[in-house]
């Protein structure tokens, strides 16, 4: 433990005597920090922190320094919601609506274009450093979709139970049935299995990334060039682990050690951020994938909704996002207006001059006005609620409007429902009280839920979805 205190000592004297960093180049950096099942419920700023046993005073203060958004919203699950954050596209489009369950070749096609590949176009350096679940055989690795370097694990965090298990060995049961591995590679080469992630590494592997992420934006900063660091952290996914440096640092438990980890990790790259002298310059982001865990013995929270991922409830769906950017981004502003994970991507391309692709359906919105403050409200109304590759409803305005509905995300039926359900999520945040009679006076919601339904059923005809499972090398149809 002393020695790690001592490299962290270390590491922040040698940032601290890092040479001044470049002049602006007009092309501002972006640090995407993306969480694994971290609830909208966990940050003391979201209404959790020491209510979950750990307080969070640098996710806090980042907030201050930026805007802060209540409405959120991602997909449903893991690989949905990276590929719907990579693409700028419902996640059903490319192929990756659900979970990889059913195929062992699952990710993104080669033909998709990620934010990564149009920064890159740009002469951005990118990196992503963390969990990619957005495919694990050749060609479908981080380095084949836009970036220069990877350092990470190429699935699950649960995959670390593996190793210890001798029937799975990727023999005697199946080939995809074996130890997960931390990789390593850089664009143009195959990537690298570094060592077995077992449990060990499990605790370990958050505090190497935050390492690494910080190492990235000093030498790109010493280079002159802008840089896309995208590090998608593996906590507090299950097994919930803390590294040794903060293992019992609570008194409240391994979540809320994870919980205090998080924040300290975040507060690490806000400050190389600065040292580096790219504050002013510098995009930050900090978001999650999808909604709270869900498995004991470290459950969640999602705040004021109901629901964990793998649901379609608004505590699957609405996530914390906080966004930096001095200067630009109004500091301490917080906002109740819509915006998609799917629009990060055309935002992101607004403000640093990159190319959203115009030969096939984007189903994110450019959100820079809003977000800059030059607009009161976003650019989106609502999106179609899908769980897996199934439609369960629409969310417009505060409203929703679901068709189907599953209370967990794990051992419960789905239920259906001929007449579909509305919620006022304002006077019914938890989605409890479908037979309101208030509801019935409001009926009229169905039109403008059912006209964003339709706009999104007929683009699906007009470009029919990669099919899950689809091999390398795909082209559209039309």
Not at 64 to 70: D, F, M, V
Not at 150 to 173: C, F, H, R, T
Not at 282 to 306: A, C, H, Q, V, Y
């Amino acid at each position: 433990m002393k020695m790690r205190m001592s490299m962290g000592w270390l590491l922040a004297a040698l940032l601290c005597t890092a040479p001044p960093a470049q002049a602006a180049t007009g092309q501002p950096n972006i640090v995407l920090v993306l969480m694994d099942n971290l609830g909208y419920g966990e940050p003391g700023v979201y209404g959790g922190g020491i209510t979950r046993g750990a307080a969070t005073p640098r996710i806090d203060a980042l907030a201050q320094q930026g805007t802060r958004l209540t409405n959120f919203n991602v997909e449903a699950q893991c690989t949905p919601s990276r590929a719907a954050l990579m693409t700028g596209r419902y996640a059903v489009r490319t192929g990756n609506g659900s979970v990889p369950l059913d195929t062992p070749l699952y990710g993104l096609t080669q033909w998709e274009v990620t934010i990564a590949e149009a920064l890159s176009a740009k002469g951005y350096a990118t990196a992503a450093y963390g969990k990619w679940h957005l495919g694990h055989t050749e060609g479908r690795f981080p380095t084949d979709q836009g970036f220069d370097e990877w350092y990470g694990i190429p699935n699950s965090s649960d995959e670390s139970y593996w190793s210890g298990n001798p029937l799975v060995d990727g023999k005697a049961v199946h080939p995809y049935a074996r130890p997960e591995y931390l990789m390593e590679g850089r664009k143009g080469a195959d990537p690298k299995q570094v060592k077995v992630y077992d449990l060990e590494q499990r605790a370990l592997i958050d505090g190497e990334l935050t390492r690494r992420g910080i190492d990235f934006m000093r030498r790109q900063s010493q280079a002159g060039k802008p840089f896309f660091l995208y590090l998608p952290l593996t906590q507090p996914h299950y097994p919930t682990l803390p590294g040794p440096e903060f293992k019992g640092k609570t008194g409240n438990g391994d979540f809320a050690d994870v919980l205090a980890q998080t924040d300290a990790y975040v507060g690490r790259l806000i400050d190389a951020v600065d040292q580096i002298g790219q504050r002013d310059n510098t995009i930050f982001i900090f978001t999650s994938d999808n909604g709270p865990e869900m498995f004991l013995p470290n459950i969640g929270s999602s705040g004021p909704w109901r629901g964990t991922y793998f649901t379609g409830l608004e505590g699957s769906l609405r996530v914390p996002f906080i966004l930096r950017w001095p200067g630009k981004v109004p500091a301490g502003t917080v906002s109740n207006e819509i915006v998609h994970e799917m629009d990060v991507f055309p935002t992101l391309a607004r403000w640093t001059g990159a190319e959203v692709p115009k030969d096939r359906v984007i189903d994110g919105v450019d959100q820079g006005d809003f977000l800059l403050g030059k607009a009161q409200k976003s650019g989106r109304e609502g999106f179609v609620v899908y769980v897996g590759n199934e439609i369960y409803g629409i969310k417009w305005r505060n409203w929703k409007m679901m068709s189907k509905e599953v209370g967990t995300g794990y051992g419960e039926p789905v239920r259906s429902y001929g007449v579909p359900l509305f919620y006022n999520l304002l006077t019914d945040p938890k989605e409890e009280h479908a037979a309101d009679p208030r509801v019935l006076e409001n009926f009229w919601v169905r039109f403008p839920a059912v006209q964003v339904l339709t706009e999104h059923m007929k683009s699906l005809k007009q470009e029919p979805p990669v099919r899950p499972g689809t091999p390398d090398p795909y082209r559209p149809a039309q």
